[in-house]
């Protein structure tokens, strides 16, 4: 196996370009890329504009043509993905046996991860502009809620893909600190429950507009007004992601890890719980407080030195008259 090939820098601007291009400990937000087969619809164009005009400025529209199929030969969207640093993309096309499908493709270091087809509902479609309101602000980081338990699966299908791909499409770039004048749109996605068993219901998105307003209270009064557009998507054909190449996708580098502190653990409630090993202590040692009620006196003192004398004394030793008188005395 031949090693492979390192491109050397020769100026300051081609590193800059090779570094931004080399993996980071903290990537770059996702960019968009969308793009469109030969032949596609009037419903499916409309529909990309929406998405793209949603997903503004992290996003590349190409209005040119690209006679490509993903399923049978991407290298195209992996050239396009490199050239545009574009880590994902919709692709739009129309035929008569998959009318209005939107391709997402998901990629990792240019190379295709995984696809997922939807196929657009023409008879419930609205557009951005039929709803006569205001719209978010451009560039602002939507909330997002998924409805159903077809997405919470605990086996992996193309609803929880589907949940996988929305996210990483709309989620803009990190943030530490987030405004609540920010928050000013939120997408819905809904999948009613399988009853039938044989055909896959269908993904609902809705978008609405969050309005704020003054009650008595401190808190304020949330309604929401939909702002559109108003997609209905039935799941198509999937290509799962490669267990390798998933794998080295999620891997994260040590220096993002946080260092684990030896004897300091969090509880329930959030609070910082600390152990501290002490040796073994000599309690013999121990030095403890002295008191004058603790001290005995010089006079108990002597008694008990007389009377542990008296003991010792043999009972058979005769004990002459001053001796005696002395012990009687005291």
Known sequence: MLPI?????????????????????????????FLK??????????????????????AVKFSKKNPVHPFEDATSLEFFSEKNDASFMVYASHAKKRPHCLTLVRLFDSKILD??????????????????????RVGLKPLLSFSGSAFDSPTANAYTLAKSMFLDMFKGPDVEKLDVEGLQYIMNFSVEEDENGGVKPMIRMRCYLIRTKKTNSNLPKVELEEMGPRL??????????????????MRKPKSTEAKTKKNIETDIIGDKIGRIHVGKQDLAQLQTRKMKGLKRSRDVADDEEAFAGADDMDIDTPIDGDKRMRMEVS
Not at 8 to 32: I, M, W
Not at 38 to 57: M, N, Y
């Open 232 to 249: 209905d998507f039935r799941v198509g054909r999937v290509k799962e992601a490669d267990p390798d190449m998933l794998k080295e996708a």
């Open 115 to 136: 696809m997922l087809e939807l196929l657009v509902d023409p008879e419930t479609v609205r557009t951005l502009s039929q709803f006569k309101n205001e719209k978010a």
């Open 5 to 33: 090939r390192q491109v050397k820098p020769k100026n300051a601007r081609t590193k800059r370009f090779l570094d931004n291009k080399a993996p980071q400990n903290t990537e770059n937000p996702r960019t968009t890329l």
């Open 37 to 58: 087969y030969s032949s596609t619809s009037e419903v499916v164009q409309l529909v990309l504009t929406d998405l793209h005009a949603l997903k503004r400025p992290l």
